[in-house]
């Protein structure tokens, strides 16, 4: 069994790709988007109602990022369409800082996005996934080893194997176990 569960934690972009798991899409309908940005929160501007739109968003960008992401970890040049399904998410919702003061933090420049509420989910994403692309630890992202699992990490130690060790490493430890006690007679 895999995880259900949307692994978060990791870099932004390798949660949303984590949203993909062998069992399904955690982000199929409107309602496990939203479960999933609650997920999320305080790494995502707030989308406010999630609907079709910022499902097909979402879903359209996670698409082209699993490729891009593939090609990148191998030290190979991304699909074409890939990029271009990347650069026009970030293209279609541009974001600029806005200088602003407060007592409490003193100056401020966080960014802004004026721009409807999918596309701009998919822009902050796209940013994301930029992000994980142009970071030198991107080929050090890693694949669980649970033969029935299909989530992504980024260790942060080299000899970690698991996405979740306490759930697929567990799983894994279990059925070593069982393996070398098998057929041997009980005492």
């Known amino acids: 069994?895999?995880?259900t569960f949307p692994l978060t934690g990791e870099p932004l972009a390798l949660d949303l790709l984590n949203t993909r798991t062998a069992e399904g899409?955690?982000?199929a309908d409107a309602a496990?988007?939203?479960?999933?940005?609650d997920a999320q929160a305080g790494r995502l501007t707030p989308v406010g109602a999630v609907g079709a739109a910022e499902v097909a968003a979402v879903q359209a960008l996670r698409e082209a990022a699993r490729p891009t992401l593939d090609a990148a970890r191998r030290g190979e040049r991304p699909p074409a369409g890939a990029l271009a399904a990347l650069n026009g998410a970030l293209a279609a919702a541009p974001s600029h800082r806005v200088l602003?003061?407060?007592r409490e933090d003193g100056t401020t420049a966080p960014a802004h996005r004026p721009a409807d509420p999918a596309p701009r989910l998919a822009a902050e994403l796209a940013e994301a996934v930029a992000?994980?692309?142009t970071d030198p630890r991107v080929g050090q992202v890693r694949e669980c080893e649970a033969h029935d699992c299909v989530l992504l990490f980024l260790p942060a130690h080299p000899r970690?194997?698991?996405c979740v060790a306490s759930v697929c490493g567990n799983r894994a430890r279990?059925?070593?176990y069982y393996a070398r006690h098998k057929g041997q007679p009980d005492e």
């Open 131 to 133: 992000e994980l692309l």
């Open 32 to 37: 496990g988007l939203a479960a999933w940005l």
């Open 160 to 162: 970690r194997r698991w």
């Open 1 to 3: 069994m895999t995880v």
């Open 100 to 102: 602003a003061w407060t």
């Open 174 to 176: 279990v059925a070593r």
């Open 25 to 27: 899409d955690l982000v």
